[in-house]
């Protein structure tokens, strides 16, 4: 793909005029590595990376596997090269027992500028090989009040709060999935925090919709991570109908990946509903125990290829700054969403 520095330089400024907007719910909050701060201040947003991951399973992971200066040496530059393109928030993905670490998102918020957001919350994809043994002997309820201490109180000793809940399915959908799940629903209605679930095919993001609905949560409080894997496209749409976030977020250079973003942008932007799209990479990462880090993804993906041709195929700046802002905002602010009915309930 030939891409022309006036073409480049065209998208830059667009990007940058992107700061100019502000979230729809004027008072919402988000949480960061650093504190709570205003839903507007987000701006252009990375919504699903990694700074580090560790697939060694929560049976073996430890702060020890690594170095955390090492970590923030090789990390660095990666982040520092994000200011061209006016990145301003960087929504970590990684949860705890897979090397979430909110001391090194806080140093690394402190050094660039850019505001960092964690998460609670447990992984099952995998074959729950990084889930913690308590997992199975919990109930959902249970697993929730651990979430929602850290929401309240903090991660550990650190005084960091999580900014959303992250959760992995499998496929199918096991017990131990559900009760994730189950836990997730209880621990967004006592905090307003979002569900990030790692899902890919439209089977269990439907089921995970079904649970929600039993606990009376609204689909706008549930991000379908990798939606961009379910092949047919009007499922994820009747998805986003439903209200909920469609995240197509593991975008990479090839040029499969990116016609394939291309693809689904233009068949949301035909049916008025980028309004319900989040875009990300799902890109880095440091891994402990390979050697310097192993192989590092850059974050800029979007900006030096994606943004490019979504120009050329006509995007206007406010669709770019809806999915790359605005709708941030609105899915990450802190917000208890309950269905309409049960809203309705509550009021009465």
């Known amino acids: 793909m030939n891409l022309s520095f006036a073409k480049l330089n065209k998208v830059m400024l667009l990007l940058m005029a992107t700061s100019l907007f502000s979230c729809q719910h004027d008072d919402s909050k988000v949480m960061t590595v650093t504190g709570e701060i205003p839903a507007s201040q987000m701006g252009v947003t990375l919504s699903h990376e990694h700074i580090l991951v560790d697939f060694i399973g929560a049976d073996s992971i430890s702060p020890d596997r690594y170095n955390r200066e090492d970590v923030v040496k090789r990390v660095l530059p990666y982040l520092e090269a994000l200011k061209q393109y006016n990145v301003n928030t960087f929504v970590d993905g990684t949860p705890q027992f897979l090397g979430r670490d909110p001391l090194l998102l806080k140093e690394l918020s402190e050094k660039t500028g850019m ?17 913690p043994q308590e ?9 929730a009040a651990r979430w929602i201490d850290e929401a ?33 629903c209880i621990t967004h ?12 095919l439209a089977g269990p993001a439907f089921s995970q919709l079904k649970i929600l609905h039993e606990y009376g949560v609204d689909p706008s409080a549930f991000i379908w991570t990798h939606a961009m ?25 090839e040029y499969k990946m990116v016609s394939r973003m291309l693809d689904l942008l233009n068949y949301f932007k035909a049916a008025r509903r980028l309004d319900r799209v989040l875009i990300s990479q799902d890109a880095g990462w440091y891994s402990p125990g390979e050697p310097n880090g192993g192989d590092f993804r850059e974050y800029s993906t979007i900006f030096d290829t994606l943004m490019i041709l979504l120009d050329k195929t006509g995007f206007t700046k406010d669709e770019i700054d809806q999915i790359l802002v605005t709708n941030a905002e609105n899915a990450f602010a802190i917000r208890i969403r309950k269905l309409q009915k049960q809203a309705d309930k509550t009021s009465e």
């Open 115 to 131: 505001h960092f957001i964690t998460n609670t919350g447990w992984y099952a994809t995998g074959g729950n090989k990084f889930l």
């Open 135 to 143: 997992a199975y002997d919990l109930s959902a309820e249970e697993i």
């Open 152 to 184: 309240k109180n903090g991660i550990g000793n650190t005084g960091i709060k999580p900014g959303f809940i992250k959760i992995g399915v499998n496929i199918p959908m096991t017990e131990m999935d559900v009760k994730l799940v189950k836990a997730a």
């Open 189 to 200: 209605l006592a905090t307003g925090l979002t569900i990030m679930s790692h899902t890919g």
């Open 229 to 253: 894997i379910e092949p047919k496209m009007d499922k994820i749409l009747t998805a986003a109908d439903m209200g909920t976030w469609v995240a197509f977020d593991n975008l990479t250079p």
